[in-house]
C-alpha cells in the first residue's frame, strides 16, 4: 500500500521492521535514555497512532527520522511490519527540522538531548541559524553554548545518563569543563559511583578545581585523591561515603577553617544533651553567632531543660564565635 501525502513529500507503506537502522546515535536522533515501559503499554493497547517517519538509506534499508521510541519498543514486541511515512531525496538539514519540531510539539527535551540536536545542527547550518534553536530550547544563543553542547555529547556514557535525569546542576557541568582531563575522569568515576546531592556536586567540583590550581598539578595526582578513591569504595552506605568524601576535601582545602570546626565540636558534645538541646554553627564561619536549638513537650519541661543547661559548668566557657573564626581565617 502507498499513499501520497497532501504535500507530496512523503510516501506511506508497509515496510519490515528488519529493514530499519536502529540507530540510537543517528544523523536525526535527538532521544537519550528514555523510559520505554508506558510507551510499550499503549502499543498494546491501541497500536501505533502516528506512524514513525523514515527516509531511505541508500541500498541498505531504512533510516529513522521521526520514531527512534515506537520503533525500539516495536522490535521488543516482536512486531515484524510496520506501517510508516517514507521521505525521499530531501536534505539531512530538513529531515533533522522535521524530526526536531515532531518532538518539540510533544514533550521537553533533557540535556544531553538538547546537546545532540545542538550538535547535529551545527554541523548543518550556519551558527546563526543554530542560534535560532538554541532559543528554542531555552539555551543562551551563543557559541560558548554550542562548544558546551559538542563537549557534553562526547561525555562517557553512563555519566551522560545522569545528567539526562537531572541528577546533575548545570553549575557542576559548566565547572567540569575547567577541570584537567585526569581531574575530569576521576570526578565522572566518583559521581557515577556515589549519588552525591547537587549542593555537594558543586561543592565538590569547585574545590577539587581550586586544589588543583592552589597546588599547580591535577587533582588526581594527589594522594588526597586516592584516599577519596578508597572511601567511594567502602562498604560503608553511600550518604556516610559522601560525607567522608567531603570532610576529606574541607579539611585539605580549608585546614584552618576545618581545625575551628574540629574545636566547636568538641564544645557541642559539652553542651549538647540527648533529644533535648542542639548547638550549631556555621560550618564555614560566615555568621557570628551560635544557634541553639532545645525540644520540649511544655512549659514545664522547658524550665527543667533550661535548668539542665543553666547548671552545666561548660556553659559559661562557650567563648565568642570570634575567638573560634579566628583560627578559620583563610
Not at 280 to 306: C, V
Request: hydrophobic share 40%; charged share 30%.
Amino acid at each position: 500500500m502507498t499513499l501520497i501525502d497532501p504535500l507530496g513529500k512523503k510516501l506511506f507503506e508497509t515496510i519490515r521492521l528488519p529493514e530499519i537502522s536502529l540507530d540510537f546515535d543517528g544523523p536525526y536522533t535527538m532521544s537519550y535514555s528514555f523510559c520505554i515501559e508506558k510507551l510499550l503499554s499503549s502499543l498494546k493497547e491501541v497500536g501505533i497512532l502516528n506512524p514513525p517517519v523514515l527516509t531511505t538509506k541508500g541500498q541498505r534499508g531504512y533510516e529513522i527520522v521521526c520514531g527512534l521510541r515506537r520503533i525500539s519498543a516495536l522490535k521488543l514486541l516482536g512486531i515484524d511490519k510496520i506501517n510508516a511515512w517514507i521521505i525521499h531525496d530531501e536534505d539531512p538539514f530538513t529531515l533533522l527540522k522535521t524530526n526536531f519540531y515532531d518532538n518539540l510539539a510533544t514533550r521537553d527535551f533533557n540535556l544531553v538531548e538538547k546537546a545532540m540536536i545542538i550538535k547535529r545542527l551545527d554541523a548543518l547550518v550556519p551558527k546563526e541559524e543554530t542560534f535560532q534553536f538554541l532559543s528554542l530550547l531555552n539555551l543562551k544563543p551563543d557559541l560558548e553554548t554550542i562548544d558546551f553542547c559538542k563537549w557534553l555529547t562526547a561525555l562517557p556514557e553512563g555519566f551522560k545518563v545522569l545528567i539526562a535525569h537531572d541528577q546533575l546542576s548545570l553549575k557542576s557541568l559548566k565547572t567540569l569543563r575547567a577541570l584537567l582531563t585526569d581531574d575530569l575522569s576521576f570526578v565522572i568515576d566518583i559521581f557515577t559511583r556515589l549519588k552525591m546531592s547537587k549542593g555537594y556536586q558543586d561543592e565538590f567540583i569547585e574545590t577539587i578545581l581550586d586544589i588543583s590550581l592552589i597546588r599547580g598539578q591535577p587533582f588526581s595526582s594527589l594522594p588526597l585523591a586516592l584516599k577519596i578513591q578508597e572511601i567511594s569504595l567502602s562498604n560503608q552506605p553511600g550518604p556516610q561515603r559522601i560525607g567522608e568524601i567531603i570532610r576529606s576535601i574541607r579539611e585539605y582545602r580549608y585546614p584552618k577553617v576545618s581545625s575551628a570546626y574540629e574545636s566547636f565540636k568538641r564544645l557541642k558534645k559539652d553542651i549538647e544533651t540527648k533529644d533535648a538541646v542542639t548547638l550549631e554553627i556555621n560550618p564555614s564561619f560566615e555568621e557570628n553567632h551560635y544557634n541553639l536549638r532545645i525540644r520540649f513537650r511544655d512549659g514545664i519541661d522547658l524550665k527543667e531543660k533550661l535548668k539542665l543547661l543553666m547548671e552545666n559548668p561548660k556553659v559559661e566557657s562557650i567563648p565568642e564565635l570570634a575567638e573560634l573564626s579566628q583560627k578559620a581565617v583563610r
